[in-house]
Each structure stands twice: as structure tokens, then as C-alpha cells.
């Protein structure tokens, strides 16, 4: 039997939606005020959903312990109180929209769990504005 389970977790961080090579009016343009050059913040949620079979001998699908600190290295720590375009690798030359932010926290958490899950990733940048990525 097949199920998903979800942990929810939060990170604080900084960003400059640009591209490279544009005026700063034109990347206005296309990110409004996500281009501000001194940055700006956002309060992010992230669910993030396992995938898989429950382990009869356990009951569980996956310890959602493991998922907790998996999602704390891997997403919390390296993200939370930061600027993303200049304290995370990935996004030193990735703008860092959230589509992009989703693909980076969906890879570090896949790189992490066993083979037989597939996973899901939700992240709110707003409480409205929120991308789904599962691969």
C-alpha cells in the first residue's frame, strides 16, 4: 500500500531576482521588486512529501525523524538568515526564483533517501505564491 507523508518545515532568506548582462531597468522590468539590488527577504514554508510502501515490521514509511534532519541540514541550515545569491553555492550563478530554490531543496533531499521513495516538494515564497516540484 502506497501512501505519502509530509513534514513541514520554515527558513528566512534573502534574494535578488536579475539577469546578468541586463540594465537594472529591464530586470525591474521582468522582477519588479524581487531585482532590488540591496536584496529583500522571504519567510518560506516548505512541505516536503515521502513517497513509498509502509515497512510492515515498523508501521512507518519512513521515521519522520530521519525526514526532519535531513531537511534541517540539507534546507535549514544552509538557507535560513541568508542571502541566497551570495552564501549558497547553487545560486551563485542560478537566479534563485522560487522554481529554482524548489529544484535545489528537491535534489538535496532525493540525494538523501533511500531509492524506493519518490518525493514532493512545496514551497511557499508567500503564503499566495507557492511552487510544486516532485521531479
Known sequence: MSLTVYRKAHFNAAHRLYKEGWSDEKNSQ?????????YH????????????????????????????????QEVETPFDHKNLNLEVPAFKKLNPTVENIAIEIYNRIKNRLEDRFTISVKL????RNFVVYTG
Open 124 to 127: 511557499y515564497e508567500t503564503p
Open 30 to 38: 521582468v522582477f519588479g521588486k524581487c531585482s532590488n539590488p540591496n
Open 41 to 72: 527577504g522571504h519567510n518560506y514554508v516548505l512541505e516536503v512529501g515521502v513517497t513509498g510502501d509502509i515497512d510492515p515490521e515498523t508501521g512507518f514509511l519512513i521515521d519522520l525523524k530521519i525526514l526532519k534532519d535531513i531537511i534541517y
